[in-house]
């Protein structure tokens, strides 16, 4: 089992940043990769950001060049640092692990964390 807590969401002015941050607990040497999605409402969940064991990141268009995945391993943590917010950057964000269990893989989901951004 894997744990993820999220912690870092608020109100921020347009322009403004935040940094987010998940913090995974639990059987964590079997994590392939981690990553942030975000949910507006009345939207799909979708993937901002994702970075691997060995290190390959990727990010989805609306947020490139403003968000930043970055891990610590040392605290086997995982940040979003997000810069020039926008209204639409509104949405409950949640951190995600994929976890292997033998030949098969699982997703673990955060409780999610609220980001408004006011304009």
């Known amino acids: 089992q894997v744990q993820l807590v999220e912690s870092g969401g608020g109100l921020v002015q347009a322009g403004g940043s935040l940094r987010l941050s998940c913090a995974a607990s639990?059987?964590?040497?079997?994590?392939?990769?981690m990553g942030w999605y975000r949910q507006a409402p009345g939207k799909q969940r979708e993937l901002l950001a994702r970075i691997t064991n060995d290190d390959n990141i990727n990010y989805a268009d609306p947020v490139k060049g403003r968000f930043t995945i970055f891990r610590d391993n040392a605290k086997n943590t995982v940040h979003l640092q997000m810069n020039s917010l926008k209204a639409e950057d509104t949405a409950v964000y949640y951190c995600?692990?994929?976890?292997?269990?033998?030949?098969?893989?699982?997703?673990?989901w955060g409780q999610g964390t609220q980001v408004t951004v006011s304009s």
């Open positions: 995600n692990a994929r976890v292997s269990r033998g030949a098969l893989e699982y997703a673990y």
């Open positions: 639990g059987t964590i040497f079997s994590i392939n990769a």
